[in-house]
């Protein structure tokens, strides 16, 4: 089981940034791709961003552009730099393998980021 802890959200106001973090441990094996995933009220969890152990990087359409996600491995920790914030992105934010479904259990406490205008 691997120990997830995000951090980093915030309020701020629209085509504002925020950095947020995430360290993982627990876990005797590497992640081979971590991502960042995002649920806003009234809305489905949806995937947002991912990256693999070798360091390639998706989005989601919707940050494509604004957002950056990032690892140090070393530290056992993947990040999301968000640029350009918009109203749409107001979401906890959570961090999990990239693989997480509807059967992942291990969601760790979620960061807020909150978007005003």
């Known amino acids: 089981r691997v120990q997830l802890v995000e951090s980093g959200g915030a309020s701020v106001q629209s085509g504002g940034s925020l950095t947020l973090s995430c360290e993982y441990s627990g876990s005797t094996v590497r992640p081979y791709c971590m991502g960042w995933f995002r649920r806003g009220l009234m809305k489905e969890r949806e995937g947002v961003a991912a990256?693999?152990?070798?360091?390639?990087?998706s989005y989601a359409d919707s940050v494509k552009g604004r957002f950056t996600i990032s690892q140090d491995k070393a530290k056992n920790a993947i990040y999301l730099q968000m640029n350009s914030l918009k109203l749409e992105d107001t979401a906890m934010y959570y961090c999990a393998p990239c693989n997480a479904g509807p059967k992942y259990k291990y969601w760790g406490q979620g960061t807020q980021v909150t978007v005003s205008s």
């Open positions: 990256i693999d152990s070798a360091g390639f990087a």
